[in-house]
């Protein structure tokens, strides 16, 4: 099989399939846009930046042909100098294997259900030392972090950590990318080494425009053919890099036949900080890391609680720049109204200082100019407790409190048992305690 054949394979475990909604585009810390990785597909190829762990996709969605396709590509003769090499193909595989369980995305459930054994598509030498290419299959289950069921690749590099000189996971391909992108990884001292997987296109790569527009919304980039050999392609890219007479520095990789003499100036697949230095920087190392991050609470429901104002729009407080629950309770009081949901409060460079999932409120004055009140959030969601969500309203408005398929009632210091109705509920402020089905909670 030569490498046009394998670019082939790799092709036909995403060939006419749509990408998921990748969580990676949702996902928002403190309201700024987290980036595990992503993709731009242009002029249906790949316009990538460098300077990245990663970049690619091999996911087969259980689909039609799908999995076929996947289990060719799993079947592929390894290529590479060291193909041969069983002593350095059993030292990736014990990489492979340990690097999974700590790779930064593993919190998001990607390789809870690995299939099969992994194999090593390419093993050779780079200008950072031995790597190799390995794939295996995974079944990603739906959450809400996944936005489809289905089998997978899972796809990564194993090359040498120049801070230890071992070989260890440097980066993986994100399972949420965008098909027909170009594989590539960016690794070694100041992740000045590219390898590009050859798929059986012609490889363009930039490191530098060759000038950009007046408002630097766009730039011509200087494009080099480069050739692969064995099923990959390597590049060496100096760490100080002359950004040209633009004064930019960009780097891109593009696979196919016609690379764009314009991009825009915000095309790019990765942050910077998804390099291998900084993968190796952020890996789960903590057991605590490693839980899974949270799933919402199933509920869908959209309870109204209190008495509804004619004229009070609530479209403003409902959007939130964070991802968010299908749930909500909007409480009426007689001069504001108060949005309680969950949202995700994740950061995925620090996971152990993310708070998960957290109940927030927002709060809008009722006939004021600016009805639109900051959200706070007031406490992380215990999924398991008796009673998950409760919230005391500011100034004597009362408790808010919610276990779905329950029945709650209340009482106030030494008062009698009073019924609250099912799922949510808006208690009198001087409750004290709220039985949730044969259990009783104290506020």
């Not at 193909?89 to 390789?111: D, F, M, N």
């Not at 000038?211 to 053919?225: C, H, Q, V």
């Amino acid at each position: 099989m030569n490498t046009t054949e394998l670019g082939q394979l790799l092709r036909g475990a995403t060939d006419g399939l749509e990408p998921p909604r990748g969580f990676a585009h949702q996902v928002l810390a403190g309201g700024r846009r987290r980036r595990l990785r992503r993709r731009l597909t242009v002029a249906a190829s790949a316009v990538a930046v460098l300077a990245v762990a990663a970049a690619g996709t091999v996911v087969a969605l259980d689909r039609e042909h799908a999995p076929d396709a996947a289990q060719q590509l799993l079947n592929t003769p390894t290529k590479g100098e060291l193909a041969g090499d069983r002593a350095f193909q059993a030292e990736v595989i014990r990489a492979w294997e340990e690097g999974l369980t700590i790779a930064p995305e593993a919190s998001y459930r990607y390789y809870d259900d690995l299939r099969g054994e992994p194999h090593i598509l390419w093993a050779g030498n780079t200008p950072a030392g031995r790597a190799a290419v390995v794939v295996q299959q995974t079944y990603v289950h739906r959450d809400y972090w996944v936005h489809f069921d289905g089998l997978g690749m899972a796809k990564g590099l194993i090359a040498v950590d120049p801070a230890d000189g071992r070989l260890k996971l440097v980066g993986t391909l994100p399972v949420d990318s965008t098909p027909g992108s170009a594989n590539y990884f960016m690794f070694g001292r100041d992740d000045e080494t590219m390898l590009i997987v050859d798929e059986g296109k012609p490889l363009y790569y930039s490191t530098k425009p060759r000038d950009a527009s007046s408002d630097l919304e766009s730039y011509r980039p200087e494009w080099r053919r480069i050739q692969a050999s064995h099923g990959v392609a390597l590049v060496s890219i100096p760490g100080d890099l002359d950004p040209g007479p633009a004064g930019i520095t960009r780097r891109l990789v593009y696979q196919g036949d016609h690379p764009p003499d314009v991009v825009g100036m915000d095309t790019r697949s990765f942050e910077t900080a998804d390099a291998a230095s900084i993968h190796l920087d952020h890996l789960l190392l903590d057991p605590d890391d490693r839980l899974p991050i949270p799933n919402f609470f199933g509920w869908r429901d959209k309870w109204t609680l209190g008495t509804p104002i004619s004229g009070v729009d609530t479209a403003d407080l409902e959007r939130s720049a964070r991802p968010k629950s299908a749930w909500q309770i909007i409480v009426w009081r007689p001069d504001r109204v108060f949005l309680v949901r969950e949202v995700m409060n994740v950061d995925d460079r620090n996971l152990s200082g993310s708070t998960g999932s957290v109940l927030t409120v927002g709060a809008s004055g009722i006939g004021q100019d600016d009805p639109r009140g900051g959200d706070i959030d007031v406490g992380k969601i215990d999924h398991d407790a008796v009673l998950p969500v409760r919230y005391r309203l500011p100034d004597g408005g009362g408790w808010v409190v919610a276990r779905k398929g329950q029945p709650l009632s209340y009482r106030t210091q030494g008062g009698q048992w009073h019924d609250a109705g099912r799922d949510a509920a808006l208690l009198p402020d001087d409750a004290v305690e709220v039985k949730v089905g044969e259990d009783v909670v104290t506020l």
